[in-house]
Antibody, heavy 120, light 107 residues
Framework: QVQLQESGPGLVKPSQTLSLTCTVS??????????WTWIRQSPGKGLEWIGY???????YYNPSLESRVTISVDTSKNQFSLNLRSVTAADTAIYYC????????????WGQGALVTVSS | DIQMTQSPSSLSASVGDRLTITCRAD??????LNWYQQKPGKAPNLLVF???TLQSGVPSRFSGSGSGTHFTLTISSLQPEDFATYYC?????????FGGGTKVEIK
């Protein structure tokens, strides 16, 4: 069974870049069956899909965040990463890395989540 | 974006109750609708995909139905471990979107 684990700073200053990495274990990130996805959850906005990456590098981002988001993949390390630029307090949330079924677009495996607070 | 609306937003129920949660989409999504359960401090967990297909390992007391814009998640006999928040998610159109959640509490 695939397992995912987020890592990265829990505190980011306003206007800086939020960076998180997800390590995938129990399966290869280089699979056609899954996209590798970031989702965040905050009290104010609920669950918000940020975007995904395919192991060959193609990406799709939520248009609401597209101007500030980059998702990248490192197949040699079985990892994928999130960068969110120019953060504000509104970006404070629990960030989940998730495997997304590439055919039916449901989310079958989730990391435990990483709380990221944006504050000076 | 496709807007997903769940009702009720919260409810109180007793062990053994039959429970139905509703999710509506603001446009037709065929059967591209998934349900998740989330317990406090944990990530959501997939229960049902494609409106009515139970994810492997999910108890048979859970069932999903619906198509188009109206969907339901039913728990036939509520168990203590079912007290949680439930979310629907549409997988018809990107950006993928979620409902606001239904919190099921103990009466």
């Amino acid at each position: 069974q695939v397992q995912l684990q987020e890592s990265g700073p829990g505190l980011v200053k306003p206007s800086q870049t939020l960076s998180l990495t997800c390590t995938v274990s129990g399966g290869s990130i280089s699979t056609d069956d899954n996209y590798w996805t970031w989702i965040r959850q905050s009290p104010g906005k609920g669950l918000e899909w940020i975007g995904y990456i395919y192991f060959r590098g193609s990406t799709y981002y939520n248009p609401s965040l597209e101007s500030r988001v980059t998702i990248s993949v490192d197949t040699s390390k079985n990892q994928f990463s999130l960068n969110l630029r120019s953060v504000t307090a509104a970006d404070t949330a629990i960030y989940y890395c998730v495997s997304q079924d590439s055919t039916n677009y449901f989310f079958d495996f989730w990391g435990q989540g990483a709380l990221v607070t944006v504050s000076s | 974006d496709i807007q997903m609306t769940q009702s009720p937003s919260s409810l109180s129920a007793s062990v053994g109750d039959r429970l139905t949660i509703t999710c509506r989409a603001d446009q037709s999504i065929n059967t591209y609708l998934n349900w998740y359960q989330q317990k406090p401090g944990k990530a959501p967990n997939l229960l049902v995909f494609h409106a009515s297909t139970l994810q492997s390992g999910v108890p048979s007391r859970f069932s999903g139905s619906g198509s188009g814009t109206h969907f339901t998640l039913t728990i036939s006999s509520l168990q203590p471990e079912d007290f949680a928040t439930y979310y629907c998610q549409q997988s018809h159109t990107t950006p993928l979107t979620f409902g606001g959640g239904t919190k099921v509490e103990i009466k």
